[in-house]
């Protein structure tokens, strides 16, 4: 590899991971950012978002960005009508291709797989339709989509992408794309929570929730447990979970009931939404997010796997 080459690919690690873009330093010794850099670090959260939400992977999406500032290096720019666009639709295209490896690779996951949780500023709660999309409820949802079917929904729900714009990113008619919109979001509608749940209301009931666990009280736990409630946990083979779903209110409580009084938990804003952060020795050990429907807590997402958890260091920045 050349020089030219490993800098590129220097800038490419350090503008997907977020580095020194944040704070606007120089990326180069000779001076400020040139027109392509420019244009990359003005869309890049919004790229990352993209990738994310297609992925549910923070450390893929990561990838996907380097992979898309590479391809964008050797783009002509006097060519590019739309510099938004033509990302989004490089940062798709990459996406897709990593969403189908990584469809094999949970194939072989040990236990349950679970998104990986990111802690975000609370700029990401006040966009509710953001907050939505990228909720660890809706991003098991979105596991149910076929690749494209995710890429379309993503793009035209979430972003607001126009159909013909969706169409060059899928590599699909523009008419194949609608067709592919329209059954993709009547998936979402029949899976996805029952109705709008506030933050507040969230958070209202996870204090409760956290009382409960923590005091012991096994019928205000009970109470607030849909009958149907499933629990899944992710260690990925590496720290002990729960090897399958556990189903029922009852099951579900007694496997709470063994997380110890000691256990500190605390609130957090997770994908956007409020969840509790379980620490252990001063380190992130679990992560646990919920689905409300009807009042009651339907869903519990508790994420353990290590190597899931390096975005609970630092707010992850999420745009549409």
């Not at 990352?48 to 923070?58: H, K, N, P, Q, R």
């Not at 059954?183 to 933050?199: D, E, F, L």
């Not at 946990?233 to 556990?246: L, N």
Request: aromatic share 4%; hydrophobic share 45%.
């Amino acid at each position: 590899m050349n020089e030219r080459s490993e800098r590129t690919m220097d800038t490419g690690e350090r503008l997907a991971r977020g580095g020194p873009t944040n704070t606007g330093e120089r990326l180069t010794r000779s001076g400020p950012m040139d027109s392509a850099t420019e244009a990359f670090v003005a869309h890049r959260n919004l790229l990352f978002t993209v990738a994310y939400e297609m992925l549910g992977s923070a450390a893929d999406a990561e990838d996907v960005l380097q992979e898309t500032w590479l391809r964008w290096t050797n783009v002509d720019l006097g060519m590019v009508r739309d510099r938004r666009a033509y990302l989004v639709r490089i940062t798709t295209s990459q996406a897709l291709t990593r969403l189908r490896t990584l469809g094999r690779r949970k194939e072989s996951y040990v236990g349950p797989w679970l998104p990986e949780p990111l802690l975000t500023s609370p700029d990401v709660a006040e966009d509710v339709e953001l907050a939505d999309s990228v909720s660890m409820a809706m991003l098991l949802v979105l596991e149910t989509l076929a690749p494209t079917e995710r890429a379309v929904f993503v793009l035209r729900e979430v972003f607001d992408l126009a159909y013909d714009e969706i169409a060059e990113a899928v590599d699909k008619t523009p008419a194949a794309v609608r067709q592919i919109a329209h059954r993709a979001r009547a998936h979402v509608a029949a899976r996805r929570p029952r109705g709008t749940v506030s933050a507040a209301e969230t958070r209202d009931a996870l204090q409760a929730f956290q009382r409960a666990v923590e005091t012991g009280d096994m019928q205000s736990l009970l109470d607030m447990l849909a009958p149907d409630v499933v629990f899944l946990g992710d260690g990925g083979g590496v720290v002990q979970a729960a090897p399958a779903p556990v189903v029922g209110a009852e099951m579900v409580a007694h496997v709470l009931g063994r997380i110890a009084a000691a256990v500190s938990l605390r609130p957090a804003q997770v994908n956007g939404c409020p969840a509790l952060v379980l620490r252990l020795d001063g380190g992130v050990d679990t992560v646990m997010a919920v689905r409300i429907d009807d009042g009651l807590i339907t869903g519990l997402y508790a994420v353990r796997n290590p190597e899931k958890l390096s975005h609970m260091e630092r707010e992850t920045a999420l745009r549409r």
